[in-house]
């Protein structure tokens, strides 16, 4: 693959965990040079050079990536823009979810390629699993322009990810669904540990492990169809058990039981089920 590339030499203005798996990922195909405000973070960076500014970084690279925290992102832009370092035309393109391009159009009125490049995986900070996770992975990708979209595939293919192309009008509402998923399941399969801890139960991941696996392999596939429970058979005896349940062993998990409850009714309404307003009430206590 790197011998159909053209992209040389990258520039990552960052020291973050996506800055990390990123610089291991380029640097089987690319010199990669990193800039970060942190001596000890990137000292602790193998295999890449690093650069006296972001200025310098950015000067001598044909892509510079930008994964720094959201909301400092728009100050650097300004800080690169007022340097004239993007002048020669590179690749700029930032890491955030929730915004498109139009966050670098600084850059781009200066001359450069912009772009929105997201990877749709979770970072632990583990850079050789992730490079590993990457590769296969979607990577949202909202371009300024079609010579940005072309240099942003080569960018994603680079680290044998596929591109999936978002509008930037879209681009809050993409993030809202993966934080929906990725960061809410999270929470979700904590509090279900809690509460199994509560009851007794050692290991509760490896309990849970076969049962949520089925379940999200099963709404991956048929959605909402997917769906099993005393919520969809109508147990409300059942459902009001685990209540009281819930608010005597770990009441901490309860706000979030009865939001998901409340959530699928919601939805088995919408699909023609009938109203439960009785078990309603009693979840919304």
């Not at 279900?192 to 089925?214: E, I, K, M, Y």
Request: glycine content about 8%; some cysteine.
């Amino acid at each position: 693959m790197a011998g159909t590339l053209s992209i040389r030499r990258i520039g990552i203005i960052g020291t973050g965990r996506v800055a990390r798996a990123l610089a291991l990922g380029f640097a089987h195909h690319a010199t990669v040079t990193i800039w970060g405000r942190s001596p000890d973070k990137l000292a602790a960076i193998a295999g890449v050079e690093t650069a006296e500014t972001c200025a310098v970084l950015a000067a001598r690279s044909d892509v510079v990536a930008i994964c720094v925290a959201d909301d400092a992102i728009a100050a650097l832009v300004e800080e690169l823009a007022l340097g004239g370092a993007c002048s020669h035309a590179p690749l700029v393109f930032h890491v955030c979810g929730r915004s498109g391009a139009a966050l670098l159009a600084p850059l781009r009125e200066k001359g450069a390629l912009t772009a929105a490049i997201h990877p749709a995986m979770t970072f632990t900070g583990d850079p050789a699993q992730e490079v590993r996770r990457m590769a296969g992975a979607p990577f949202a990708i909202t371009a300024a322009d079609s010579r940005a979209d072309a240099r942003a595939r080569e960018v994603v293919a680079m680290l044998g990810g596929v591109a999936v192309p978002i509008a930037e009008e879209h681009r809050t509402l993409y993030h809202a669904a993966l934080s929906h998923a990725a960061n809410h399941l999270v929470t979700l399969i904590a509090g279900a540990s809690a509460a199994l801890r509560a009851a007794g139960v050692d290991t509760p991941g490896a309990l849970l492990t076969p049962l949520v696996q089925a379940s999200l392999e099963n709404s991956l596939t048929g959605g909402f169809s997917a769906l099993s429970g005393p919520l969809l058979r109508g147990d409300a005896d059942t459902v009001r058990g685990h209540i009281d349940a819930v608010r005597r062993a770990c009441p901490a998990v309860l706000p979030a039981y009865r939001a998901m409850a409340l959530a699928t009714l919601d939805e088995l309404e919408r699909q023609g089920a009938p109203a439960q307003d009785a078990l309603r009430e009693d979840l919304s206590r």
